[in-house]
């Protein structure tokens, strides 16, 4: 019986890694294949791919598998990151993770896989694929803590018939044990909360470094200057932190209410002003309507017209809508109103334990 040979994204982390494990343990002809995706500054505190990449060679070393380095940053640059800075630069913000799935993991990777002679690639994320009828169809990982399926609803066809997660059926404490057991090094090692090209290094500082900034006032709902803001494309919706404001001294008119938290609810370009309201359920933090494009869908095609489930960002659980297709693009009606819904994330769209695909956020309302 001929071995299948199956090419396993290894990053380092102690997901990828229990993922190749688990498939030589299927008897699989496992390859790990080290993906370096940026190389600006990539010797600094915050972004260095060598320490993983060592992590990533300790670990083929302990499994006993061949591991190759190969590097994707410029298609990294020319795919993802130029498409990143181009949204921001238009004030929505982007979810680099899902264009860098669609496009690097899924696709430069696979290609890349292929050429190797592979017949399939596994990557440790945290989602399942089910094939019907000669159809594949996108699950949810069964750890709902864990289940990266929105991360990956852009993936197609050809992309998921080729595709395994071993960890799908899996729960992350599961995982980590699986890992202490066999004695891999990385066991213990911090999952990654970065953007994947980004590391952990301070956002703003990072995004300074590309975008031109054009400073401006902070408004309230009232209209009331609070402070300045220091370029628009630097802040999201329903952002908290960073915004450099306190309460407001307007005695005998909010009372209690100057001590809440400030949010930011809305870049209005045409003045060059930042918007910001207090209370986590203020009405301009909720929308009960989307409207999306750039779509993609897992079968092919659009799902027709009816009552679905969505995540608009995510870490959120699902929440129940109508889908509607328009000329360009969908229409999502919540039965509940959904906070800081915003434009460039995507909104991703379920049946179920089935991922559907989705679109990004153009535009929302209440």
């Known amino acids: 019986m001929r071995t299948s040979r199956v090419v396993v994204g290894l990053s380092g982390g102690v997901d990828s890694a229990v993922s190749a494990w688990l498939l030589k343990q299927q008897g699989c002809d496992v390859v790990g294949l080290f993906m370096k995706n940026w190389e600006d500054d990539d010797d600094s505190e915050y972004c260095s791919s060598n320490i993983d990449f060592v992590d990533a060679a300790a670990v083929a070393d302990v499994i006993g598998i061949e591991l190759e380095h190969v590097n994707f940053a410029a298609e990294y640059k020319d795919r993802v990151f130029a498409e990143f800075l181009r949204e921001y630069q238009a004030g929505r913000t982007p979810n680099p993770d899902v264009l860098c799935n669609a496009e690097i993991k899924f696709k ?35 750890d709902p803590t864990k289940d990266q399926s929105y991360f990956l609803h852009r993936l197609n066809q050809a992309q998921l018939g080729k595709t395994l997660f071993p960890l799908g059926e899996l729960k992350k404490t599961a995982v980590r044990r699986i890992a202490t057991e066999i004695g891999l090094p990385n066991a213990k090692k911090k999952d990654s909360t970065g953007i994947c090209f980004i590391g952990e290094r301070p956002f703003r500082e990072f995004l300074n470094r590309y975008l031109s900034h054009a400073p401006g006032p902070i408004e309230d709902d009232r209209g009331r200057v609070l402070g300045r803001h220091v370029g628009l494309s630097f802040y999201t919706l329903g952002q908290r932190q960073g915004l450099g404001i306190g309460g407001v001294k307007d005695k005998g008119t909010r009372g209690a209410a100057d001590h809440e938290p400030w949010y930011v609810a809305r870049k209005e370009f045409d003045r060059n002003v930042l918007r910001v309201v207090q209370g986590h359920d203020h009405p301009w933090l909720l929308s009960r309507t989307l409207v999306a494009d750039d779509m993609a869908w897992v079968a092919g095609h659009a799902p027709a017209a009816g009552d679905f489930a969505a995540k608009t960002r995510y870490r959120q659980d699902d929440a129940p809508c109508t889908l509607r297709q328009l000329d360009r693009g969908f229409e999502l009606c919540f039965a509940q109103p959904q906070w800081a819904v915003t434009p460039g994330q995507s909104a991703v769209v379920y049946a179920g334990e089935v991922c559907l695909g989705g679109g990004v956020i153009a535009s929302r309302a209440d």
Not at 108 to 137: N, P, Q, W
């Open 108 to 142: 430069a990777f696979l290609d890349h896989a292929m050429r190797l002679g592979a017949e399939k690639i596994a990557t440790g994320h945290y989602a399942r694929v089910r094939e019907r009828e000669g159809r594949f169809e996108l699950l949810k990982g069964l």
